[in-house]
């Protein structure tokens, strides 16, 4: 059946490093792969997008890379900040006017 | 609007009793979508609706769930004999999605309905 899988535990790090979260699927062939951001107690909002034809796509100080082959994306924040704390989430797409499937999410913590 | 407005915000009810809860998409949306996100979880996918096409329901747990989207705007997700599995935050998003747009449905999400069932 088709999974994503996400880091289920916290990943700590201190202010100033850069952040690497994970995010790995299994029987799917997206055509597309999205990342998110959830705060406590609000829905998700739309950080980027990376289709299966890209390698790596950069906003301000986010990355993600898109390995079709290893069926893994990789969410960098680079400078992280305190502010950057919350949960985020990877979703998939197959296209078309198909549903997005999210994964459960990695809690991050940033700590001054 | 100016976002995805859902109501109500928090609904405590007690068990075996009927919920509605209600999703208003950005206008002009033409997808809307339906998850459910229990504590320290990701969010589970109920149901999405695509302008006039027939739903796709594969995510509903159980017969007691149903939605509805009138005029293709304001849909309301109805959960009958609710039992306390049903206590979660229901997550609803709309998004923007037409031929040749290569598909990447990018979601606008609500705040979320809290339900507690007692």
């Known amino acids: 059946s088709q999974k994503i899988e996400q880091n289920s535990e916290a990943l700590n790090i201190q202010e100033g490093k850069t952040a690497t979260l994970t995010c790995n699927y299994t029987?799917?062939?997206?055509?597309?792969l999205q990342w998110y951001r959830q705060d406590p107690g609000r829905g998700p909002v739309f950080l980027l997008l990376?289709?299966?034809?890209?390698k790596e796509k950069r906003k301000e100080r986010l990355k993600v890379t898109f390995d079709t082959t290893l069926k893994q994306s990789l969410f960098h924040i680079t400078a992280s900040q305190p502010a950057d704390s919350a949960t985020y989430l990877c979703?998939?797409?197959?296209?078309?006017?198909?549903?997005?499937?999210f994964g459960a999410g990695t809690r991050l913590a940033v700590h001054p | 609007g100016a976002g995805v407005s859902q109501s109500p915000s928090n609904k405590v009810t007690e068990k075996g009793k009927d919920v509605e809860l209600r999703c208003d998409p950005i206008?002009?949306?033409?997808?809307l979508y339906w998850y459910r996100q229990s504590l320290g979880q990701g969010l589970e996918f109920l149901i999405y609706?695509?302008?006039?096409?027939?739903?796709?329901k594969s995510g509903l747990p159980s017969d007691r769930f149903s939605a509805e989207r009138t005029g293709g705007s304001v849909s309301t997700l109805t959960i009958q004999r609710t039992q306390q599995e049903d206590s979660a935050v229901y997550l609803c998003?709309?998004?923007?999605?037409?031929?040749?747009?290569?598909?990447?449905?990018?979601?606008?999400f609500g705040a979320g309905s809290r339900l507690t069932v007692l």
């Open positions: 998003a709309s998004s923007l999605e037409a031929p040749g747009n290569s598909g990447a449905n990018v979601l606008t």
């Open positions: 979703a998939l797409g197959t296209g078309g006017y198909n549903k997005l499937i």
């Open positions: 029987n799917y062939s997206p055509a597309y």
């Open positions: 609706f695509q302008g006039n096409s027939a739903p796709d």
């Open positions: 206008s002009g949306h033409t997808a």
């Open positions: 990376i289709r299966e034809n890209e």
